[in-house]
């Protein structure tokens, strides 16, 4: 199962901070969710000139159905909590940095991809 993020900010590190790196950032590059067998894949970056203009980031996590989708979504909580985040949009629908809402939207496509 693969579930589509975009990500406007103005931390300009969060990117790194979501896949673990220090420098050298590349379009593929993935990084394995701790405990959740799962993997965000970094799929692109648009930056605009500008100040306060929010970077946009895209990512992908693709999982098994029978994953824990509370380790996912706790963990992607915990890595945008208190993050400069402008906009949080999963699967195409914009929703608000809290734990609830991202476990709900996952919940959500996993119903969707069983029928």
């Known amino acids: 199962m693969k579930i589509e993020i975009e990500i406007h900010t103005t931390d300009r590190a969060l990117v790194f901070d979501l896949l673990d790196k220090s420098s050298s950032l590349s379009i593929g590059d993935k990084f394995e969710i701790p405990e959740g067998n799962a993997v965000l894949t970094y799929k692109e970056s ?21 994953i824990a989708i509370g380790i996912i979504s706790n963990w992607l909580y915990n890595k945008l909590k208190g993050k400069d985040i402008k906009r949080l949009i999963i699967e195409k629908r914009e929703i608000t940095v809290e734990k609830n809402e991202i476990r709900k939207i996952l919940e959500e496509k996993i119903e969707i991809e069983k029928e």
Do not use: T, V, W
């Open 46 to 66: 648009y930056i605009r000139k500008g100040l306060g203009i929010p970077e946009i980031a895209k990512f992908s996590i693709e999982f098994g159905s029978g």
